[in-house]
Structures are given as structure tokens and as C-alpha cells.
């Protein structure tokens, strides 16, 4: 997803039903499964930073179970855990660690 200069970084959205209405009324595209709730918790991420910064583990293709183990113990308090997993349920990343899981790709 590219970033959107008409998007005002200053600009909070509580919900996300608020930030689809400011994106429907300005025209913006939500195409892509999941833009909503990554720019939701981009702003959230603005005032609170979450508790995965500079884990590079959260980005990571493979992880082990240990890994997946302590990573879940960092996710668990993370005060934007609801807005990772809103983002991860509906994008479904391919790779790294969303919420306190990892969320593959469905298999056809």
C-alpha cells in the first residue's frame, strides 16, 4: 500500500467505520484487503508505539515455535494488539507475526 499525501498525518480516526467514511468522502481507494486496518493502526501508531519496534523476529518468513512463544508473550500486552489483529484477519499477511500469531496465506 502506498501512502496517501491527502491523508493529514495530524488527523485521528477512532474507528475504523470513521476513517472509511473520511476515505469514501474524499475519494481515496481501499482496494487491497486490509487498507483500512493498516492505516488504522498506522495512526494508532502514532501516539502509542507498539510493543514489537526494532524486533526484526516480527518480520521474519519462518519462525520457530520458541520464537513464535516468546513472541506471543511480547504481543499479549501490547496496547495495539486489536488493531494488529484487525489488520492481520483481514489482510492476511504473508509473512511476520500479527497479534500474537502468524497469519499464511489460505491454501486453494
Do not use: K, S
Request: glycine content about 4%; overall charge negative; proline content about 8%.
Amino acid at each position: 500500500m502506498t501512502e496517501n499525501a491527502a491523508e493529514p498525518a495530524e488527523m485521528r480516526f477512532d474507528t475504523v467505520e470513521a476513517l472509511e467514511a473520511y476515505l469514501a468522502a474524499t475519494n481515496q481507494p481501499t482496494n487491497a484487503p486490509g487498507d483500512t486496518q493498516l492505516r488504522m493502526l498506522r495512526h494508532a501508531m502514532q501516539d502509542t508505539p507498539p510493543a514489537c519496534r526494532d524486533d526484526e523476529r516480527f518480520v521474519a518468513d519462518y519462525l520457530t515455535a520458541q520464537h513464535r512463544v516468546e513472541l506471543g508473550r511480547i504481543c499479549r500486552p501490547c496496547p495495539l494488539r486489536n488493531q494488529c489483529r484487525a489488520y492481520a484477519t483481514r489482510a492476511r499477511p504473508e509473512a511476520g507475526f500479527w497479534a500474537g500469531q502468524m497469519y499464511d496465506q489460505p491454501t486453494g
